[in-house]
């Protein structure tokens, strides 16, 4: 149904070690073999097959309509979007991974 892909932060020692502070106020061990990442974001390729619809580059905060009810992405996770109605109903959608 859709495909999520995940927004990293990498930073990597270029010749030694070193230690950084993260946005989340962590201190972590950066060296040349083990560099930092994190997610920091997803977002979401989804197709609605009942109205032939592709959404596409779909962000946390995004609007899309779907059998004319407007919906707003609340989160998207590695292998799920959750999605909230006007009449605040809160939906989670499972993905597939196989087109």
Not at 58 to 63: A, E, I, K, L, P
Request: charged share 30%; aromatic share 6%; hydrophobic share 35%.
């Amino acid at each position: 149904m859709f495909a999520s892909d995940a927004v990293v932060i990498f930073c990597s020692a270029g010749r030694g070690r070193g230690k950084i502070d993260t946005a989340t106020g962590d201190t972590v061990a950066v060296t040349k073999d083990k560099p930092y990442e994190r997610v920091d974001s997803h977002i979401a390729d989804m197709r609605y097959d009942p109205e032939r619809k592709n959404l596409l580059q779909q962000h946390v905060g995004d609007t899309i309509t779907l059998d004319r009810e407007m919906y707003k992405i609340v989160e998207i996770t590695s292998n799920a979007v959750r999605v909230e109605s006007a009449r605040t109903k809160v939906t989670e959608i499972k993905w597939n991974r196989t087109p």
